[in-house]
């Protein structure tokens, strides 16, 4: 269900690579789009698609009551990614205060609905509820997540008592071309530098920038949708031995065959952390990279297949070639 090529909406986070994509896929579809960014150096690009660009951060009222005018739909996505350094305030103070902020303030403006960006990783490890739905237990395992399950919640009841309808989204881990948080993933496995800790038997369940859109402009105009909470990754849920194999298979070259165990590199993310975080200097390696290989994140897309009608469409196989083509493309690989 497509609406008037008229229609404007708001997207914070937009000079992100989630935020960004998603801003030119509606301006290409003759949306009026409007983005909200900290990146000066991502301007010119959604610029020159059409997008009206405002440079500000989301914690400033006037350029949130600026930015809701005139718009009819809002897409949260701006966010705090995880690096070393970072207070846990900021990570509270953009989550959750500017969550409510923006909400509060998209009812005032009229707003006829907001469209909230969580994560899948609110559930933590669903080990034991797999495949898991939006009704799984929640278990955050640091500080990112927490802010995010607090954000939406806080999201919810703001929509609830203003009136203003909201739709939460949790994507699963998100991929495609351009996107570099999976790079030591799937670029790694194509230079045969990619080592798996454990035994691979984790499921690791994507979602390819391209089905996210659509799934977030699903719970944009579905009118039902208004309260409700959607899981938006993709259709195939491998292993990591699986995944790991398939990226192979598909950058033609022999999988990593030499499992090494996790505990000594928990230790060893321990230790970089308590030296290089108080510093603010990037550890090497953290321990949240480590417990990667032993998460499994598997989940159920039943409600928003039945709800908004959300079938991803990109295969698995299909969405590993297409970024690493973008790869090789950007030098990456």
């Known amino acids: 269900?497509?609406?008037?090529?008229?229609?404007?909406?708001?997207?914070?986070?937009?000079?992100?690579?989630?935020?960004?994509?998603?801003?030119?896929?509606?301006?290409?579809q003759g949306y009026r789009v409007r983005g909200i960014i900290r990146n000066r150096q991502k301007a010119a690009m959604l610029e020159k698609a059409g997008v009206s660009v405002a440079i500000g951060d989301i914690r400033d009222p006037?350029?949130?009551?600026?930015?809701?005018?005139?718009?009819?739909?809002?897409?949260?996505?701006?966010?705090?990614?995880r690096r070393a350094g970072i207070?846990?305030?900021?990570?509270?103070?953009?989550?959750?205060?500017?969550?409510?902020?923006?909400?509060?303030?998209?009812?005032?403006?009229?707003?006829?609905?907001?469209?909230?960006?969580?994560?899948?990783?609110?559930?933590?490890?669903?080990a034991n509820d797999a495949p898991a739905t939006e009704t799984a237990a929640f278990a955050p395992g640091d500080i990112y997540q927490a802010t995010k399950l607090e954000g939406e919640q806080v999201a919810l009841d703001t929509a609830e008592r203003t009136g203003v309808p909201l739709t939460v989204v949790r994507p699963g881990p998100i991929y495609g071309p351009g996107d570099s948080r999976l790079l030591k993933l799937i670029g790694g496995v194509a230079k045969r530098r990619f080592r798996l800790l454990g035994d691979g038997a984790a499921h690791f369940q994507m979602v390819y920038i391209d089905d996210l859109i659509e799934g977030f402009r699903l719970a944009a105009e579905t009118p039902a949708a208004g309260g409700r909470t959607y899981i938006v990754t993709g259709e195939e849920a491998p292993t990591l031995n699986e995944l790991v194999d398939e990226i192979a298979d598909v950058a033609q070259v022999d999988p990593p065959l030499v499992h090494l165990p996790v505990w000594p590199f928990w230790l060893a993310g321990a230790l970089c952390e308590a030296i290089c975080v108080p510093l603010r200097i990037e550890p090497p390696i953290f321990r949240r990279r480590v417990k990667f290989f032993t998460s499994n994140r598997w989940f159920d897309t039943s409600r928003a297949r039945t709800e908004l009608g959300f079938v991803p469409k990109i295969p698995l196989r299909e969405g590993i070639r297409r970024t690493l083509e973008s790869y090789r493309n950007l030098g990456w690989i």
């Open 87 to 126: 207070p846990d305030s900021e990570y509270h103070s953009v989550h959750v205060d500017a969550t409510a902020q923006l909400v509060e303030a998209s009812a005032a403006s009229g707003v006829s609905r907001v469209v909230h960006c969580s994560t899948v990783g609110v559930h933590g490890s669903v």
């Open 1 to 28: 269900m497509h609406v008037s090529a008229l229609q404007t909406v708001l997207i914070t986070g937009a000079a992100g690579f989630t935020g960004l994509s998603l801003a030119l896929a509606l301006a290409e």
């Open 62 to 81: 006037a350029l949130i009551r600026q930015s809701l005018e005139g718009v009819e739909t809002v897409y949260h996505l701006a966010a705090v990614f």
